[in-house]
């Protein structure tokens, strides 16, 4: 990665939710086990929620920079919609997901940034 205006964007979606019609979703968030290959070189640039396949609601980027030991970062939480709202069939879609731009620090060379896996939440009550 370089520090320019082009930004590598890594998309995960279709986790195969299976939440019951007329659901209430109340809060999604995604685990993402990442490191950088260097100390402060590597932060986030942006983090969005996907649906169909589109970014929508809120960054929920970090500021603070990667660290070089795997860590899971937590992005949103059990009451956060991410600033949109969300059916259980949005959640259940194949499009449903999220996107990572993260972005390289200094203002010359490049350096890399690692996931290791990412994991997804959804709390939801289901309507009697």
């Not at 030991?69 to 709202?85: C, K, Q, R, S, V």
Request: net charge negative; proline share 3%.
């Amino acid at each position: 990665m370089v520090n320019n205006p082009y930004r590598d964007q890594l998309l995960a979606s279709n986790f195969q939710f299976e939440i019951p019609s007329g659901a209430k979703i109340l809060g999604i968030s995604f685990a993402i086990r990442e490191a950088a290959g260097s100390e402060n070189m590597i932060s986030d640039f942006s983090v969005r929620a996907l649906s169909n396949n589109a970014t929508v609601g809120l960054d929920r980027g970090h500021t603070t920079a990667w660290s070089t030991t795997f860590h899971p970062e937590i992005y949103g939480g059990a009451a956060d919609l991410w600033g949109t709202t969300w059916t259980a069939d949005s959640v259940n879609a194949t499009g449903f997901g999220i996107a990572l731009t993260p972005m390289y620090l200094d203002s010359a060379g490049n350096d890399r940034a690692y996931v290791d896996f990412i994991s997804a939440t959804v709390t939801y009550d289901v309507c009697k």
